[in-house]
């Protein structure tokens, strides 16, 4: 009787265990985004819509395990950091259709970000990423709607168990730099941007 | 059995990991309409000094217990330093962080606490009395406060994270209030 009980309790934990998605922050740290004088005299606009920064999304971990965050949510004020240090009036829209705000904005270029992300670890016994890659994929558009640049990015980030252990998400958070950091460079590179 | 045993240790070692000993909280997530708003209003440039610790009976500045696992603030290990470390971002942020301006924003906190005691729901609460002086004299002198409300669980694997994620967002909340009181940015105009 007594291993029956047993049996069916490690099969609840199991099953319990087996449904974990383990919520993650992934938050860059503004501190590795210096804020500068911008380069570029020029008001600039970025769209995340409301659907996107409540969207949850849910990738690998170890041990058969998931993680679960905010991509476009954790992202945001990484990213209007980034394009402050270019652009001389940076502002977030949460859509890219509204004439009155972007006519407002008085933005010469309005950026249009997708957030992707993948993670997984080589751990079978811990659950949080030791690899993390986001990718940011955008497209830019003048005031009038007409497509003048497009191109993307890719940071990754890893974490070992000694330094994870304080830090569940720090891969996440290392990738989230790492595309930023990636991203700013090549929007100060581009011509078309200037 | 024995394979049970051992698959059962394994799962026991990995919910410690998971959900037990100390862990940081996630770093301040500023708030784009907290930066933006703060941009707009006309506010001139300050700087943050310090915010002293005066918190209730239970409260620590050093951790928050969450169930088996304590967190502890990324910023110099001090929640206080934490709320200093948000305001400076939302600032920079905004373009109106000097560190030479004559202006200071300080204060002492007062709670600071978050709870995944309930299995339904947890909960977090800030208040602080927040002061800014220009060239020493005051010129805001105000308790301020957030509350936030979250989904706890059962499960420490679910509930101590939650909790733990859930900190920024009250700190972003505490920011939010005191940019969002006309006082506060007359203050620092």
């Known amino acids: ?194 | 059995m024995i394979r049970l045993a051992i698959r059962f240790a394994l799962i026991a070692l990995a919910l410690i990991v998971a959900s037990g000993c100390t862990a940081l909280a996630p770093n301040y997530n500023s708030s784009v309409e907290n930066m933006q708003k703060l941009r707009d209003s006309g506010a001139a440039p300050a700087r943050v000094g310090t915010f002293e610790p005066k918190l209730v009976s239970g409260q620590s500045n050093d951790y928050i217990s969450l169930r088996a696992s304590n967190m502890v603030s990324p910023y110099s290990g001090k929640f206080t330093t934490y709320i200093e470390e948000a305001l400076k971002a939302d600032l920079a942020a905004a373009r109106l962080l000097d560190e030479k301006s004559n202006v200071v924003i300080g204060g002492t906190v007062t709670k600071n606490d978050v709870s995944v005691a309930s299995f339904s729901e947890g909960t977090g609460e800030i208040e602080a009395k927040v002061t800014v002086t220009r060239d020493g004299q005051v010129r805001y002198d105000k308790v301020k406060s957030a509350k936030i409300t979250f989904e706890s669980s059962f499960v420490g694997g679910i509930a101590i994270p939650n909790g733990r994620n859930a900190y920024p967002r009250l700190v972003q909340n505490f920011v939010a209030a005191l940019f969002a009181d006309p006082d506060f940015i007359a203050a620092l105009k």
């Not at chain 1, 849910?58 to 950091?81: K, L």
Request: hydrophobic letters at 40%; charged letters at 20%; glycine letters at 6%.
């Open chain 1, 1 to 194: 009787m007594s291993r029956a009980i047993r049996i069916a309790a490690a099969v609840a934990l199991l099953a319990l265990l087996g449904a974990c998605a383990h919520p993650i922050s992934i938050t860059p740290d503004l501190a590795s985004i210096p804020p500068s004088q911008p380069s570029v005299q020029k008001n600039a606009v970025f769209v995340i819509a409301a659907e996107d920064r409540d969207r949850e999304v849910t990738t690998g971990g170890g041990g058969g395990d998931q993680v679960r965050y905010f991509p476009y949510r954790e992202i945001e004020s990484g990213m209007f950091q980034t394009l402050s240090s270019i652009y001389a009036k940076v502002t977030l829209l949460r859509t890219a259709t509204d004439k009155l705000l972007l006519d407002a904005s008085k933005a010469s270029y309005v950026f249009l970000p997708t957030v992707a992300t993948e993670s997984s670890s080589k751990s079978l016994v811990t659950w949080p990423p030791t690899d993390f890659s986001v990718t940011i994929t955008y497209k830019v558009q003048d005031p009038a709607g007409k497509v003048v640049y497009d191109n993307s990015v890719q940071g990754k980030g890893q974490a070992t168990f000694d330094e994870f252990k304080r830090e569940r998400g720090l891969a996440g958070r290392l990738a989230m730099q790492d595309a930023l950091k990636k991203f700013k460079a090549q929007v100060e590179a581009a011509t078309e941007l200037k």
